[in-house]
């Protein structure tokens, strides 16, 4: 059974940074792509970015630059950096790990970017 915890979530003000992190249990995280999702109220859940289990890392367009994606398999543990937020970056963040075409979800963690 795959398991997402994540953390680090909070409440920042514009141009401040965060690092979420999602820990997973289960034998999948070295195979699985690691997203990070955000859903802001009244808007569909969105991709941020993503890594696959090579290091290929993408991200949408808004937060090219500001945000980084990481892995360490070590500690079965996905990252994201967020550096130069903005008060739409307000959401609560997924983490999700892709693996034969199955997503398995966290619980989400609350980002409150304040102007």
């Known amino acids: 059974q795959v398991q997402l915890v994540e953390s680090g979530g909070g409440l920042v003000q514009a141009g401040g940074s965060l690092r979420l992190s999602c820990a997973a249990s289960?034998?999948?995280?070295?195979?699985?792509?690691m997203d990070w999702f955000r859903q802001a109220p009244g808007k569909q859940r969105e991709l941020v970015a993503s890594?696959?289990?090579?290091?290929?890392?993408n991200y949408i367009d808004s937060v090219k630059g500001r945000f980084t994606i990481s892995r360490d398999g070590a500690k079965n543990t996905v990252y994201l950096q967020m550096n130069s937020l903005k008060p739409e970056d307000t959401a609560v963040y997924y983490c999700?790990?892709?693996?034969?075409?199955?997503?398995?979800w966290g619980q989400g963690t609350q980002v409150t970017v304040s102007s």
């Open positions: 890594i696959s289990s090579g290091g290929v890392r």
């Open positions: 289960g034998s999948i995280f070295s195979s699985a792509r």
């Open positions: 999700a790990a892709y693996s034969i075409a199955t997503y398995y």
